[in-house]
């Protein structure tokens, strides 16, 4: 299991271990909401780790050299991921990379404010005689998987096929449940059946500059902390030096959808909260939230969640 020396090693000195026995360790990483690392050790060199986060802070790791190979599996919410070139790339629900050496990202930002993740590390390094044996025993490589999809030039990335999202879930619904060997298994699992796949079942990479990344950023909060008013979405763009295209193009990268489209959905989530509150009348929120009257709201709320505010009100009260 990793010791502490280990823990700021790979996390920094935002980790701090919380516990830690023969089959787990849980640090907390200390940032703006919560942040949890739950590592098993599966085999010598072999970590499996779950990262939940509710958090919008950066998560910086420290990999300590070149040696390491990442496989991730994006379980919830969404991931920007930047590299030490300063350009970005997603991670979206449902989608998988893999990453060595240079191709690893050097910060993780949380658009959503949340995401869940399991990540086999490979610590090539440290891999033990004993590890290497075993998975001679089982046939399985990892320098082929490395060289078949290209990852000293570029990271893999594609959408999880039904089979290995299975396996996905199975490990997912683990945690907490079984022991180190059951994780040790199933890191064989994932492992044979990585040595199938092809370069050419990746997606086609979409890096944008940090620059660019940030300036959509910076629109999106002033999105979020101005509910009320009345705005140029065209001049906050232009402000920024940016094209009309080129900014929701970046927007739906990051966040998943139109940049109104995102703006009405996240209007009617604190909507919904407001609503169950119960405290402000239908038409207090809706002027809080800058529509003008509340009709227009109730339309857009139902657009959403299929149901009108009052409707809601009553259904859950």
């Known amino acids: 299991m990793l010791e502490k020396q280990e823990v700021q090693e790979w996390y920094g000195r935002n980790a701090r271990v919380i516990h830690s026995d023969s089959d787990c360790l849980i640090e907390r990483y200390e940032c703006q909401g919560k942040g949890l690392i739950v590592t098993y050790k599966a085999f010598e060199g072999m970590e499996m780790v779950f990262m939940e986060f509710n958090s919008e802070d950066a998560f910086i790791p420290v990999t300590p050299y070149s040696e390491i190979l990442e496989i991730t599996c994006c379980c919830r919410g969404r991931v920007v991921c930047e590299f030490a070139n300063n350009r970005c790339i997603h991670l979206s629900e449902d ?41 001679d025993n089982f046939s399985i490589d990892i320098k082929p998987i490395e ?95 940016m094209g009309t295209t080129m900014f929701q193009t970046i927007f739906n990268h990051i966040y998943g959808d139109s940049p109104y489209a995102f703006l009405k959905k996240y209007k009617m989530g604190i909507a919904k909260k407001l609503i169950l509150d119960g405290e402000m009348k239908i038409g207090e929120i809706a002027f809080s939230l800058g529509y003008s009257n509340a009709s227009k709201f109730s339309i857009a709320f139902k657009d959403v969640y299929g149901i009108l505010p009052k409707d809601y009100r009553k259904l859950r009260s």
């Open 95 to 135: 989608h998988f990379w893999i990453g060595s050496g240079e191709h690893l990202p050097s910060s993780y930002y949380f658009p959503f404010g949340y995401f869940n993740a399991i990540t086999l590390v490979i610590d090539k390094k440290k891999m033990s005689l004993s590890t290497k044996k075993i998975m």
């Open 147 to 241: 060289e078949k999809l290209s990852l000293n030039n570029a990271w893999y990335i594609s959408k999880i096929p039904s089979k290995l999202q299975r396996l996905f879930d199975e490990i997912y619904e683990a945690k907490g449940k079984q022991s180190s060997c059951y994780f040790a298994i199933k890191t064989l699992e994932l492992l044979f059946y990585l040595q199938n796949i092809e370069r050419n079942d990746a997606e086609e990479e979409q890096y944008y500059p940090k620059d660019q990344i940030e300036a959509v950023k910076e629109i999106w909060n002033y999105m979020i902390t101005h509910l009320d008013e009345k705005y140029s979405l065209k001049q906050l763009v232009k402000e920024k030096n």
